[in-house]
């Protein structure tokens, strides 16, 4: 193995460099061309760096022969290596070259010359061209070589040739993941080479370019005949940007089609597995990269196959790629099976008397060893098939829009499935796609009852993530080995649901109760867009129409769909003040976050609407801005009510968990519809107090007094002002050396910060409140809790210096608060140093007591 340093100038001297198809495409990102770009800029003149290693392997005649009219350059005396370590960067050079050369030809001072009159460097643009791009064969020039390439089934081939190189093409280019690193590092290079020129002009592109081919310096490794090429490929590439699994396993199962033997299986056999290999991983990457903006998971797919193809164990990791790998290695091409000579084809001879002495010689005499073949060519080429077809599938499962394979309704089922979560049941959709003996109305089923079992099992019931994902992984290996009915998995999902209703339900009912208790409702509630498109859909659906999408609540496609309260959370206008002047602040708020005062509307009309009184948000304005009468479905039916008032939103809950009931099959019980409506003093029958007096001269109330924290210091949502208050309180924290028990939480943009108790059936924490009201809670996970707290109430109040609101909470709720409550300008830049320091000593008060009381350890 020859080993020595050379640069860019020397290391083409005579060499034709080829990327073998067992090698992965172009996988250098921004991170890894900005680091290139600055060790390149930032060497000194006169210094040499070390660029790493380059191990290449030269080639015999008879492996260049499908180089095609490449070959005349090998027999002018050009040495054919192939790049087994070493490509990513030897890629980046030449792009970077080829690119240096084009930006000098299109100077202004260079147009209309030509190659052999432009200098760059101690070169002309024609030599350097000759030296590391391509030569034209003589006398015609109609052939021309590029001195470094992929091997021409290599997808990146045509594409480094005619997008990279800018030779003429007139037919088309299909684009992969790897091709779009090549496209990036072209334009990575050409916009910093401009920028470089304007700085340093012609004088620093010819420095960048002298260092470039001479001051980096490459370790040469050329790799023996007799050296396992593909072993040192899987060795080398552990290093830099590693390998993905299904780049390795390409690598192994082209090695693997080299060691079978000749007599059962000859070149030409091995030349068409080899071929086989090629084809599906350029399908393979062609699904993964075909949406641009989201390239798909190489591992994903990888697994999700290996889960539908061979088998699924319980471990965690790279189980997949380990069971991958030993299946397809070298030694399961032959095992060696040990036989007694006596045992192969013969029977005993009676006529011979056979002593123990006899015996024992037999039993030590050397056995025969037999070669017999396990992994058999075939099981190599059915797996590489199987990894093609699936491929396009598994993208039919992300992107169903654009799929040939799905009809228009099961499209919108696998888009459901997409929108709800479809987790662990991936696998089993792509293979029930791939099942193109199903009728597509029997596919439809399926997809229905996985989307009925995701919502009820983990929208609702917050079960585990991994519920069941065994026995459905298991699932989609029988459903496409065709050994399972599909009628058998679609009762077998039905049940499962079913039997978790009961428990979902309460779980939700739970839940929801929990978020009311921090003041957001169904707010926060993490799939209350799914819900609400679902209930857009069935609108849609009676009126007729049969296509509804998201985009129909957006104008551009970053404008987000957010959820408008109809009662806004911070009602500081006269028109909200006065309907519901019946009610107390925190009754205002708790309507506010009820499941009927939230509409799906598009973030730009949610903010333009903000305090709007009913009658403006309902109505569209000259101006431009729509209102809800213009909107979606949902927004039209809410736009036909005269007044929005508290029986409305209580009427409309229980509309919608109506619906909710009707969409998914199942039935709250009186109690539970009670719950989840929540705000059943909506219509208490309370007497309501006299109108207010509108403000004079028609200004808003708002204007009149202190606005709500999302206006009174800021122009941030209320969201982001959260978010922020909770950031510098963790950093106050951490300054006053509470990192470790207090500022331990993430800050999200909620209006809580929980702070867990070791080993309790409680936790504390803090909560805004209309931004004006700060909270200490102790909150109580069940009745028990609560129960146990409450009979030490006099001690924990004593001890804390305060008296504490025990009895906020719905009397029925399973979880209980017992909160201190602060009144304070909450997101006063100004007030903050003080209120946190409050905070912390309100939180060592109430650990203290709780302490005495004996409901925490020492602190």
């Given at each position: ?529 799914y819900f609400l498109f679902e209930y857009e859909l069935q609108l849609a659906k009676k009126n007729n129409l049969d296509k509804v999408s998201w985009g129909m609540f957006t104008k551009t496609e970053k404008d987000k769909i957010t959820i408008e309260h109809i009662l806004p959370q911070t009602p500081t206008k006269y028109y909200w003040r006065n309907q519901f002047r019946q009610f107390d602040d925190d009754e205002i708020a708790t309507l506010s976050c009820a499941l009927g005062n939230l509409l799906p509307l598009s973030q730009s009309i949610n903010s333009s609407l903000q305090n709007d009184s009913f009658y403006d948000k309902k109505t569209s304005k000259a101006e431009g801005r729509r209102g809800y009468e213009n909107g979606s479905h949902s927004e039209i039916e809410v736009s036909k009510e005269t007044d929005w008032t508290a029986e409305r939103i209580y009427n409309r809950s229980k509309k919608l968990l109506e619906f909710m009931e009707n969409r998914w099959q199942f039935s709250f019980t009186k109690e539970q519809m009670e719950d989840l409506i929540y705000v059943s003093f909506a219509v208490d029958g309370r007497v309501i107090p006299a109108e207010l007096p509108e403000p004079v001269s028609g200004a808003s109330l708002d204007e009149e007094s202190t606005l709500s924290d999302s206006a009174s210091y800021s122009g941030e949502g209320l969201g982001t002002q959260q978010q922020m208050f909770w950031s510098k309180f963790v950093e106050y924290c951490i300054q006053e050396g509470r990192g470790e028990d207090i500022a331990l939480r993430k800050p999200l943009a909620q209006n809580w910060y929980d702070i867990s108790v070791s080993d309790a059936d409680f936790h ?96």
């Amino acid at each position: 193995m020859a080993s020595e340093l050379q640069p860019l100038s020397l290391l083409f001297q005579n060499r034709l460099f080829r990327i073998p198809d067992y090698q992965r495409g172009y996988a250098w990102q921004q991170s890894q061309l900005a680091d290139f770009w600055d060790d390149l800029i930032n060497l000194q003149e006169g210094r040499y760096h070390y660029t790493g290693l380059l191990s290449l392997k030269p080639l015999k005649q008879n492996e260049v022969d499908s180089w095609g009219t490449d070959i005349w350059l090998v027999k002018k005396g050009f040495k054919p290596c192939h790049i087994v370590d070493g490509q990513q960067r030897l890629t980046t050079f030449i792009i970077l070259l080829n690119e240096i050369v084009e930006f000098v030809r299109s100077l202004e001072e260079n147009k209309g010359k030509t190659d052999e009159s432009i200098i760059l460097g101690d070169d002309t643009l024609a030599e350097v061209v000759t030296k590391y791009i391509c030569k034209h064969r003589p006398s015609n020039n109609q052939i021309i070589t590029y001195l470094f390439g992929y091997e021409v089934d290599n997808p990146s081939a045509e594409y480094l040739r005619h997008k990279i190189f800018n030779e003429p093409c007139s037919g088309s280019i299909h684009e992969t993941y790897y091709t779009k690193n090549l496209k990036f590092a072209k334009v990575f290079f050409r916009e910093n080479l401009e920028a470089l020129y304007v700085e340093e002009h012609m004088e620093g592109i010819n420095k960048l370019y002298l260092k470039l081919t001479l001051s980096l310096m490459f370790n040469i490794h050329e790799i023996d005949d007799d050296y396992d090429v593909f072993i040192a490929f899987e060795t080398m590439n552990n290093r830099g940007k590693k390998l993905t699994n299904l780049e390795l396993l390409k690598n192994r199962l082209i090695y693997l089609t080299t060691l079978y033997s000749e007599t059962k299986f000859d070149e030409l056999d091995k030349a068409n597995l080899r071929g086989q290999i090629n084809d599906a991983w350029k399908e393979v990457y062609y699904q993964l990269g075909r949406n641009e903006n989201v390239p798909l998971s190489d591992d994903d797919f990888l697994r999700a196959h290996w889960i539908s193809y061979f088998s699924y164990s319980r471990k965690k990791g790279d189980d997949y790629i380990q069971f991958l790998l030993n299946k397809f290695s070298a030694k399961n091409i032959f095992e060696k099976k040990t036989v007694a000579v006596e045992q192969i084809n013969q029977s005993l001879d009676t006529s011979i008397d056979y002593s123990l002495d006899d015996e024992n010689e037999l039993d030590s005499s050397e056995p025969e060893v037999m070669e017999v073949l396990k992994l058999e060519p075939n099981e190599i080429s059915e797996y590489v098939n199987s990894l093609k077809d699936m491929a396009k599938y598994w993208y039919d499962t992300f992107f169903p829009s654009q799929s040939e394979n799905l009809n228009a309704e099961e499209k919108l089922w696998v888009d459901r499935l997409n929108r709800v979560g479809i987790g662990h049941f991936r696998p089993l959709v792509m293979v029930i796609i791939s099942r193109r003996d199903l009728e597509a109305e029997k596919r439809i089923e399926i997809f229905k009852e996985i989307e009925r079992f995701i919502f009820i099992c983990f929208r609702l019931g917050y079960l585990n993530a991994t519920y069941k994902s065994s026995e459905y992984y298991r699932a989609a290996r029988s459903i496409y080995l065709r050994q399972m009915n599909i009628d058998d998995l679609i009762e077998d999902i039905t049940v499962s649901t079913n039997i978790n209703i009961e428990y979902a339900l309460q779980n939700f009912v739970t839940k929801i109760e929990k978020h009311f208790d921090d003041m957001g409702g169904f707010y926060y509630w993490n799939s209350i867009k799914y819900f609400l498109f679902e209930y857009e859909l069935q609108l849609a659906k009676k009126n007729n129409l049969d296509k509804v999408s998201w985009g129909m609540f957006t104008k551009t496609e970053k404008d987000k769909i957010t959820i408008e309260h109809i009662l806004p959370q911070t009602p500081t206008k006269y028109y909200w003040r006065n309907q519901f002047r019946q009610f107390d602040d925190d009754e205002i708020a708790t309507l506010s976050c009820a499941l009927g005062n939230l509409l799906p509307l598009s973030q730009s009309i949610n903010s333009s609407l903000q305090n709007d009184s009913f009658y403006d948000k309902k109505t569209s304005k000259a101006e431009g801005r729509r209102g809800y009468e213009n909107g979606s479905h949902s927004e039209i039916e809410v736009s036909k009510e005269t007044d929005w008032t508290a029986e409305r939103i209580y009427n409309r809950s229980k509309k919608l968990l109506e619906f909710m009931e009707n969409r998914w099959q199942f039935s709250f019980t009186k109690e539970q519809m009670e719950d989840l409506i929540y705000v059943s003093f909506a219509v208490d029958g309370r007497v309501i107090p006299a109108e207010l007096p509108e403000p004079v001269s028609g200004a808003s109330l708002d204007e009149e007094s202190t606005l709500s924290d999302s206006a009174s210091y800021s122009g941030e949502g209320l969201g982001t002002q959260q978010q922020m208050f909770w950031s510098k309180f963790v950093e106050y924290c951490i300054q006053e050396g509470r990192g470790e028990d207090i500022a331990l939480r993430k800050p999200l943009a909620q209006n809580w910060y929980d702070i867990s108790v070791s080993d309790a059936d409680f936790h504390l924490s803090f909560t805004i409140t209309r931004g004006k009201y700060l909270s200490l809670v102790i909150y109580a996970y069940n009745h028990e809790a609560f129960t146990r707290l409450e009979s030490k109430k006099a001690t924990i109040e004593e001890v804390f210096g305060n008296k504490l609101d025990w009895y906020s909470s719905k009397k029925d709720s399973v979880a209980k608060r017992i909160i201190y409550k602060y009144e304070c300008e909450i997101f006063n830049p100004k007030k903050q140093t003080e209120i946190f320091s409050w905070m912390i000593d309100k939180y060592d008060e109430l650990c203290y007591a709780l302490t005495v009381a004996g409901e925490l350890d020492e602190v």
